[in-house]
Each structure stands twice: as structure tokens, then as C-alpha cells.
């Protein structure tokens, strides 16, 4: 088991910059894959960006490449998701989620969520 808390959201302006974290506890995350989701409302959840435990593969959804940089400190257990040039189309509840598998999934264990707003 694995637990999963998400830090560092709230209300930015368009254009701005925020650094979501992700606190793993409970275990090492030792050769686990961890992805970042977000969930607007009346929209189904969808993928943000994954990387691998070594920290050498990433992976972007295309409305996020160029402008979020995903990262990781296995020493602290914790990844991070650096969200700069930030829209409004950006708003949602952003979770961190973790598994065994590829970057594509699946997911195991999933946090509770950190509200994110862009205002135009």
C-alpha cells in the first residue's frame, strides 16, 4: 500500500507558474512509475505526464509538452510537477497516482487531489 498526498495548488493568473508535489508514504517507491492526472469538471480524468523511477523516461500529454516538467526525488519519495505558461483550459483537480507498469498504466494508488485554478 502506498499513500499519496498532493500540495501546491490554488489560483494563478494565466501565464503563470505553480509546482505541484506528491508525498509518498507507507513504502519506497522502488521501480515505481508515477503519473500526474487532472480532472475538470464534467470531464472524464486524463493524463498529464508519467515518469519512470530512474528518472530517465517521461512522458507529456501534448496539451501540457513544452510548458510542465515532471520530476522526482526518490531519497525524498516525492515527485513533482513544475506547471509553467498556465491557461485557463489548465483548471482541475490535479491527482498523482503511481503503479508497476509502464508509463501508460496502470495505476495503483492514487491521491486525493489538489485544486488547480488558471483565471483568465
Known amino acids: 500500500q502506498v499513500q499519496l498526498v498532493e500540495s501546491g495548488g490554488g489560483l494563478v493568473q494565466a501565464g503563470g507558474s505553480l509546482r505541484l508535489s506528491c508525498a509518498a508514504s507507507?513504502?519506497?517507491?522502488?521501480?515505481?512509475?508515477i503519473g500526474w492526472f487532472r480532472q475538470a469538471p464534467g470531464k472524464e480524468r486524463e493524463f498529464v505526464a508519467a515518469?519512470?523511477?530512474?528518472?530517465?523516461?517521461?512522458y507529456y500529454a501534448d496539451s501540457v509538452k513544452g510548458r510542465f516538467t515532471i520530476s522526482r526525488d526518490n531519497a525524498k519519495n516525492t515527485v513533482y510537477l513544475q506547471m509553467n505558461s498556465l491557461k485557463p483550459e489548465d483548471t482541475a483537480v490535479y491527482y498523482c497516482?503511481?503503479?508497476?507498469?509502464?508509463?501508460?498504466?496502470?495505476?495503483?494508488?492514487w491521491g486525493q487531489g489538489t485544486q488547480v485554478t488558471v483565471s483568465s
Open positions: 515518469i519512470s523511477w530512474s528518472g530517465d523516461n517521461t
Open positions: 507507507g513504502r519506497t517507491l522502488y521501480r515505481y512509475v
Open positions: 497516482a503511481v503503479g508497476r507498469g509502464g508509463l501508460a498504466g496502470p495505476y495503483d494508488y
